[in-house]
């Protein structure tokens, strides 16, 4: 781990050093507490946390009572030696030698009992807190994992614009805003964009965050969240649900492999997925939902109740494929032998998580596509750019989009989609 001299270890290294050995540790003040006038400081930095002991002839009066000041989350460096005893706290402790005060810290304000609301407003505080250090952990374990299957694939990133001007999955959930004059909107999602790379790259991807203007407040809803996309050239719906598979597979993998310390921390059992996912259509999720008491007709998209029944029924995520057409967005491909069906499939995340992923195999005619828009009610002159990828060489295509904080929440555990990002964007929160 890169250091800077401030120190000499990160609090996880001190396991491997011998009894005795001198250390200069640099953090924060987790907890602190008092006994027959030695001072216990329970220190944390980004690694973990140690005990330090600080008693009277190691140390001047003014370190003392430097150390005794020390508000909760004040900042210190703290020389000393090292100690195996097997009553401390991970059964190592430091001996200090000298202690500097850098930044103190009077009355920190996330404490036990404090609401959800009022930690909300202290997010910039909060994440500090073990638990969300470990939800964050994962979340970067996440990342990676999804980055490095697509690299390990040959899959070519291709970063798209933020500022759009036209809409990718209906009006209802556009941000507006100004753009000199004009109108430009907030993208909900880069597939488009996507879709003009394959025919340079074929396979490609980008990580990068979406928006939707959702006025719900659910357990699953942000307005700004992180989006893995893919699109693929010569790919139809199954190719596309094999590389999902594939993807989400890796993903758990490698988070059960490189941050099990942080999913146990927050009492979460997860282990590597075998067996290949189920693959049901529409219409069977449909009649299960019914059977479990889901009030639904055909041609509805299904809800987060809905969803949440289907995935209840399979231990593994499991694939819905072949949705009403009027359920979904214009740009998916008609089944040619069930043409109110389109060729999509989203991931449900099981124990209730619901949809994860969202994706399928695009129209690749322009005449067909043409008429889809128009059917929806949309402005082809608006997708002008989007048609001519249908006339110059257009492929047999499919893409997909998974949602980040979606899929660390199922991984983690996490009883709400705001814990698996740092700042979390909602409608009634915009600050911190
Ligand atoms: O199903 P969606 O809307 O599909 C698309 O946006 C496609 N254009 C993606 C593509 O094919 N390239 O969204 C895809 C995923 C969902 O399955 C969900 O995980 C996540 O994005 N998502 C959200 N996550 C958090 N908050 C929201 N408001 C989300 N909306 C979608």
Known sequence: ????????????????????????????????????????IRMRDATGSVQVVLREGNLSEQELTAARGAGIEASIIVEGSLRRDPRAPGGLEVIASKFILVGDSKDFPIKPGVGEEFLLDNRHLHIRT???????????????????????????????????????????????????????????????????????????????????????????????????????????????????????????????????????????????????????TYDEALELAKRKGAEIEWGEDFGTEVERLISLEFDLPVFVTHYPKKAKAFYHKQDPKRPEVVLCADLLAP???????????????????????????????????????????????????????????WIAGLPHIRDAIPFPRTPVRLYP
């Open 1 to 40: 781990m890169w250091k800077f001299n401030a120190k000499t270890h990160y609090i996880a290294e001190l396991r491997g050093l011998e009894e005795g050995e001198n250390v200069r540790l640099a953090g924060w003040v987790q907890r602190k507490s008092e006994l027959g006038g030695i001072v216990f």
């Open 130 to 280: 073990t638990r969300m250090r470990n939800a964050l952990m994962i979340r970067m374990e996440v990342m990676r994992a999804t980055e490095e299957w697509f690299v390990n694939n040959g899959f070519v990133r291709v970063e798209a614009p933020t500022f759009v001007g036209a809409a990718v999955e209906g009006g209802a959930t556009l941000f507006e805003v100004p753009y000199f004059g004009k109108k430009a909107y907030l993208t909900q999602s880069s597939q488009f964009y996507l879709e003009a790379a394959i025919f340079s790259f074929e396979n490609v991807y980008t990580i990068q965050p979406s928006f939707r203007a959702e006025k719900s407040r659910t357990r699953r809803h942000l307005t700004e969240f992180w989006h893995a996309e893919a699109e693929m050239a010569w790919a139809d719906l199954n190719g596309m649900m094999d590389v999902v598979e594939s993807l989400v597979k890796y993903i758990v993998e490698k988070v059960v492999e490189r941050a099990s310390d942080k999913l146990e921390a927050l009492g979460r059992r997860m282990e590597a997925i075998e067996g290949r996912f189920p693959r049901i």
């Open 351 to 409: 124990e209730g998580i619901g949809e994860i992923v969202g994706g399928g195999q695009r129209i690749e005619s322009e005449n067909e596509l043409i008429s889809r828009i128009v059917e929806e009610g949309l402005n082809p002159e608006d997708y002008k750019w989007y048609l001519d990828l249908r006339r110059y060489g257009s492929v047999p295509h499919s893409g997909f989009g998974l949602g980040i904080e979606r899929t660390i929440r």
